[in-house]
């Protein structure tokens, strides 16, 4: 991965755990107080390409009103959120049988936007869409929008229109799985891959990718580089297979690489890795219902609005049973 080293990845987009926390926090601070402004947390793109908040659709009084505005995401609702958006990501690809360098760079792309944006801005669903899109395009495995919008019943219009947003950081990224099948091959080579037993060599090698599969969906990415996030898979795959003796191969490894930094530190980060897949949960569409309907609610008030009445209706007429 001697290319990572010098790429605009490692030099912007890892980060320590308190920096990706400042900037979640960052951008849930910044639309709760567009929320108390204007009343809503939906962005538009205006003419000249540039973003502005929508205006609201509910009355001047409603607006003026703060006990009637919708109340704002927490940090860790939208954590949930989009945590739901990044396994359909998966799903999706899956589906549509897109290679796993697509998902990957789709969910990095994900990621990267829900760093410099609230879901309160930007709804996942639709950003979720565009981030597929665009990484069918840069992994040039092209995928029309119209094609995308009918395989998952989308308006095709709405992944271009968003293309503008997503686009607006580095569109290479390296994702585990190049690394993975590197290791693989290096082990392979230097005989210590299990070659009376290819069954179990291919098993732990499936069962690595699937480990990356979880990987991606962590905050990993955003942490440690490619490699790294492959040996980790690689490890939790042996302890399982016991297809090498994956000790010695960690250990050539290292000492061929040069690094900056002893063995230890590079323990220390698969064990790091591992405490986010054991905490990797898959929320379900009743999981985030609620924090769905919240954001609906923030993105456009008058739904917000609808939704009280409609609620005020089905009460009066429960009283009026109950009356008669």
């Known amino acids: ?83 739901f958006y990044e396994f359909k990501i998966q799903d999706v690809c899956d589906a549509l049988t897109l290679p796993h360098k697509i998902q990957a760079t789709a969910l990095i792309y994900f990621k990267r936007f829900y760093l410099q944006w609230s879901v309160m801005e930007h709804h996942p669903k639709n950003i979720m869409l565009t981030c597929i899109y665009a990484a069918c395009k840069a992994e040039e495995n092209h995928v029309s929008a119209e094609q995308l919008g009918i395989g998952i019943e989308q308006d095709h219009h709405m992944i271009l229109d968003n293309e503008m947003l997503s686009l607006g950081f580095d569109l290479i990224v390296y994702s585990p799985y190049r690394p993975l099948q590197g290791f693989i091959t290096d082990m392979q080579e230097l005989g210590d891959a299990n070659e009376k037993q290819p069954e179990i060599m291919k098993n732990f090698h499936e069962s690595a990718k699937a480990e990356v599969d979880r990987i991606m969906r962590t905050e990993a990415p955003l942490l440690f580089p490619p490699g790294q996030l492959a040996l980790a898979a690689l490890r939790r795959s042996w302890e399982l297979h016991k297809a090498i003796d994956f000790e010695r191969y960690l250990k050539n490894v290292h000492s061929r690489q040069h690094p900056a930094h002893g063995i230890s530190e590079l323990y220390l980060n698969m064990n790091a890795i591992d405490v986010l897949i054991n905490k990797l949960e898959t929320p379900t569409s009743k999981d985030v219902k609620h924090i769905d309907r919240k954001l609906k609610s923030c993105l456009d008030p008058a739904s917000h609005e609808k939704s009280k009445k409609r609620k005020h209706r089905s009460k009066e007429g429960s009283s009026e049973m109950l009356v008669n």
Request: glycine share 2%; proline share 4%; net charge positive.
């Open 1 to 83: 991965m001697a290319d990572f080293a010098t790429s605009t990845h490692r030099a912007k987009w890892i980060f320590t755990p308190q920096a990706l926390k400042e900037k979640y926090k960052e951008a849930n601070k910044r639309a709760k107080q567009a929320l108390e402004k204007y009343g809503a947390t939906r962005m538009e793109v205006d003419v000249d390409g540039s973003f502005s908040y929508a205006e609201p659709k509910t009355d001047a009084k409603a607006t003026a009103d703060k006990h009637s505005r919708p109340k704002a995401l927490k940090t860790e609702e939208e954590q949930l959120l989009r945590a």
